[in-house]
């Protein structure tokens, strides 16, 4: 069974629609899908929707963005209620920060000296509006040859188009998930600028406060980060999670690419869906 726990469509900073993305889901076989969008959950409907037809499962989910210590945490929702009015309200709070975020980004490069942001953003972003949007465009006027260098060269902290952002708490978040009655789990942990002490701290405080898993097996986890991410999640009572982090079609990150590279004992994520 091929399952895939953590995409994106083009209503958060991907690039296919919620119907697309499980059409391609099915072309890679995959059996087991979760719609994780930044913040929203607006392509839900439409992904169950997709579905119907097909031999795949659809696992409601979201990715929330998060603060520990000041570090930002991208954790991962699966099987929430989508319609819980608690999570809709509190992501109507941070649809609107993130437009304002995205405004003062588009100020601060064009005052760098890059024009059109603005317009240009405007005809990509469908729903929640994020840093790839403006490197996508940065790419496309030949600012630098990729999305992913754009994002290096310009969004990232210390860059021009960097702006800090005040995200909930990891404990807030955990707690949010939990009470939508989903499965809490920390996305791509080798991702942050965090120690191992530090993050095995992170891991700690977010089990305490209701969190259930970790994703040790992603597309920028190689062999080694699984193996010290699954110690860490058996040690903890955590389960694994598995996710390509999928945004659009390419060979880095596929659609169902994601795998667990070596043969992993403990307690897996997949098991509760």
Aim: net charge neutral.
């Amino acid at each position: 069974m091929k399952i895939d726990l953590h995409t994106h469509s083009y209503y958060s900073d991907g690039v296919l629609s919620p119907t697309e993305l499980v059409q391609r889901a099915v072309l890679n076989n995959v059996d087991i899908l979760a719609l994780t969008d930044h913040d929203t959950l607006m392509g839900i409907d439409e992904a169950i929707l997709a579905a119907e037809s097909h031999p795949i499962r659809i696992i409601p989910g979201i990715e929330v963005s998060c603060l520990w210590r000041e570090q930002t945490i991208h954790m991962i929702g699966l099987n929430i209620d989508p319609n819980y009015e608690p999570l809709r309200e509190k992501l109507e709070g941070v649809l609107r920060d993130r437009q304002h975020r995205a405004e003062q980004i588009a100020k601060k490069l064009i005052k760098f000296g890059i024009p059109g942001v603005e317009e240009g953003l405007a005809r990509q972003v469908k729903g929640v509006p994020g840093r790839l949007h403006f490197a996508r465009y940065l790419a496309s006027k030949g600012y630098s040859s990729t999305p992913g260098k754009a994002f290096k060269q310009y969004m990232a902290r210390g860059k021009p188009g960097y702006l800090k952002s005040e995200w909930m708490s990891l404990a807030e978040a955990t707690r949010l998930i939990r009470d939508a009655g989903g499965l809490p789990i920390i996305a791509h942990p080798r991702r942050y600028d965090l120690t191992l002490k530090k993050t095995t701290t992170m891991l700690e405080e977010f089990k305490a406060e209701g969190g259930e898993g970790i994703e040790v097996a992603t597309t920028n986890q190689n062999k080694s980060d699984q193996i010290m991410m699954s110690r860490l999640a058996n040690q903890l009572d955590l389960a694994m999670s598995i996710g390509s982090d999928f945004h659009e079609p390419c060979a880095y990150n596929e659609l169902g690419k994601a795998s667990f590279l070596i043969p992993m004992e403990g307690k897996f994520i997949a098991d509760r869906l």
